[in-house]
């Protein structure tokens, strides 16, 4: 019970933290004005459910690096833990838009801790469905995410479930 309050009390302190994030960068009139590093930037948080049970943290950040009417490709690194196992991939991300409703697909590499306390390296392969809940300056989305690491059996698959705003 304890690790549940301690996830959500990190939880509400970073959603905190974004929307204040986002309140300041209203004061910002036009995206062209900002170095072009600073924009296209999307910070996740949510729930890790890996094969093994136990729930975890599931962090991602991420940036737009192409985008079209119909597709964005990103470029990100993330971060999902729970008490015996992680990986951290990092990862490309192509997410097809269908209005409000996001779908993609993810690869790329990641590193993690396996139940056995053995590291690894490996491929990460995994699927994406999603919803835009806000647009504009800000967007806010919610996404599930299903990570296949390979090189650790499949303790380290698992299921991503974030809240993630843009900036």
């Known amino acids: 019970m304890k690790r ?11 959603a905190a933290l974004l929307i204040t994030a986002g309140q300041a960068s209203k004061a910002q009139t036009r995206a062209e004005d900002l170095p072009e590093l600073s924009r296209d930037w999307t910070v996740r948080l949510g729930a890790w459910i890996p094969k093994t049970g136990s729930l975890g943290i599931s962090a991602l950040a991420d940036r737009r690096v192409y985008k079209t009417d119909a597709y964005d490709l990103t470029l ?11 990986n951290i991939p990092i990862v490309f991300t192509i997410v097809y838009h269908m209005k409000d409703v996001r779908v993609g697909g993810l690869f790329g590499y990641s590193f993690g801790k396996r139940v056995n306390g053995q590291g690894m390296a490996g491929a ?4 994406l469905a999603g919803y835009r809940l806000k647009q504009g300056v800000n967007p806010i989305t919610v996404d ?8 650790a ?3 380290l698959n698992g ?9």
């Open 4 to 14: 549940f309050s301690t996830f959500f009390s990190t939880l509400f302190i970073v």
């Open 76 to 86: 990100g690194a993330g971060y999902n833990g729970s008490e015996t196992v992680y």
């Open 124 to 127: 990460a392969l995994g699927l």
């Open 144 to 151: 599930a995410r299903y990570y296949v690491i390979s090189g």
């Open 153 to 155: 059996d499949s303790e």
């Open 159 to 167: 299921l991503s479930v974030t809240i993630g705003m843009g900036f």
